[in-house]
């Protein structure tokens, strides 16, 4: 009889034992199902954080590529200012030679034509001296 009822306790005992594993591994399943769509909704969100960032870090790129062109355009522009303002106060200089120079030329004129006319003059004088000493004597 003990032997009988034993062996219905450990039957009983393993009827039990797989629905227990049953419950277990159905537990175990839904903890690791959950596991895995938090690991998926967390990897989700850290790819769309990841997207985020590379966005933003791209955005801070192309704005910093836009001032150091127009710092570029700058520079270039100031460059060409500052050759044309040279340029020009070359140039002026030059003018300012080629004036003074033609108005060196022109008072070299003036003052030949001034010594010829008083040279006429004297010469002139001259004669007309000579002339009247002609006709005294």
Known sequence: LQTQYRGYLIRKHYEFIPKYIVVIQKLYRGMKAKKE?????????????CIKIQTQLRRVAAKKEIKCRQYDQCQK?????????IQAQSRRRAA???IRKLI???????IQAQFRISSAKRTMEQRQIELIQEKAC
Not at 78 to 85: G, N, Q
Not at 104 to 110: D, G, L, P, S, T
């Open 96 to 98: 300012e030679k080629e």
């Open 77 to 85: 522009e100031l460059r060409e200012k500052s050759c044309i303002k």
């Open 104 to 110: 060196q030329e022109k008072a070299c004129v003036k």
């Open 37 to 49: 769509s938090e690991r998926r909704k967390n990897d989700k969100l850290r790819e769309e954080s």
